[in-house]
Nanobody
């Protein structure tokens, strides 16, 4: 399947906000559990937040809990990540991907068939 498309990144000062968006490549995201991941320079992909297909169950990594909010825009068939109170350690390339499930506070694995998209760069710096 074609990778998902991320947008909304940019350069922001510490304490600032950004809203990322994830869209399908010619397909709706409705009905899929979706996760946001990020990759800092020289590091592996890190799970940030996930949302189930219904939008009523979410997970957050400890480092972003209380600052980031994941949600679904059903009308636009997209998934967003609202990032507030950004910190320099949030810097990285952010990706979205299908995941198998979000249940009981856990985010499932990514399907083997799911490839990474281009991502969107988030830079938090003064």
């Amino acid at each position: 399947q074609l990778p998902l498309v991320e947008s909304g990144g940019g350069l922001v000062q510490p304490g600032g906000s950004l809203r990322l968006s994830c869209a399908g490549s010619g397909r709706s995201l409705n009905g899929y559990a979706i996760g946001w991941f990020r990759q800092a320079p020289g590091k592996e992909h890190e799970e940030v937040s996930c949302v189930n297909s219904g939008g009523d169950e979410t997970t957050y990594s400890r480092s972003v809990k209380g600052r980031f909010t994941i949600g679904r825009d059903v009308a636009d068939h997209t998934v967003y990540l609202q990032m507030d109170d950004l910190k320099p350690e949030d810097t990285g390339v952010y990706y979205c991907s299908r995941v198998y499930y979000v249940q009981y506070g856990s985010c499932g694995a990514r399907p083997m068939s799911e490839s990474w998209g281009r991502g969107t760069q988030v830079t938090v710096s003064s």
